[in-house]
């Protein structure tokens, strides 16, 4: 077995060969700290970092149909629903937001720069016209995603099903466990604004307008009732205390003369 690896590791091309020894550790890690984590936010990080080396190493074995399906569905639209989720839901208020790790900034910038070498390498070699090696058989079936297909849909076509239907019920259970009876029943409208009046101090009808029965319809202008008195609530509040404001400092000023 150790020679035949060896042998398999000797004829691999150089960049494929850098390829898996930078990029092997990176997804052993990130699979460790998504089990490890204690926010669901850095295990989602996390997840993205496992699924992106998996993708490298299917662009690696030539498989770009598996490469770009892993980035676009999993990464790009699982990943992202689920970051969406942790949005609308909140993380824990007690989460700390002081850096702990001393370093992690540099250590970041280290293996973002160190990453970027490795795309520039890939892309190098990809348009350098490195010698595609195992392509037979997708050459013989029309491409690798023809390739795919005829085996979803003979030799493995159970399985696909099977995954189909177990997607499905996963998602039906999600709907379920998340699915809460409500302790009382809901309120309408009518039943709230009866409670309302029931407490006291609220009106059935609509407030009255400024000016009703006043000398001029100004919107700081009170309205006055048929006996002549005001009618309370017919100016905003605001403006009843931007009203008092005005007259306090109109009487300092005269006092003030």
Partial sequence: MSDLILASATTAPLHEAVLFWVLAPVAVGAALGLVLARSAVHAALLLAAVMLSLAAFYTAEHAPFLAVVQVVVYTGAVLMLFLFVLMLIGVDSLDSLVETLRGQRVAALIVGLGFAVLLVA?????????????????????????AIAHLLFSRYVFAFEATSALLIT????????????????????????????????????????????????????????????????????????????????????????
């Fill in 122 to 146: 890939g892309l190098a070699g990809a348009v350098g016209g490195f010698a595609p090696n195992g392509n037979g058989s997708d050459a013989a079936t029309n491409g690798n995603v023809a």
């Fill in 170 to 257: 996963a998602g039906l259970g999600a709907m379920v466990l998340a699915h809460r009876e409500p302790l009382a029943p809901r309120r309408n409208q009518r039943e709230r604004m009866l409670e309302r009046v029931a407490r006291g101090g609220a009106q059935i009808g609509p407030l009255p307008g400024p000016g009703v029965y006043a000398d001029h319809d100004a919107i700081d202008t009170p309205a006055l009732l048929p006996d002549g008195s005001v009618a309370q609530g017919s100016v905003p509040e605001y403006l009843q205390v931007a009203a008092r404001r005005s007259h306090v400092d109109a009487t300092e000023h005269e006092l003030e003369r």
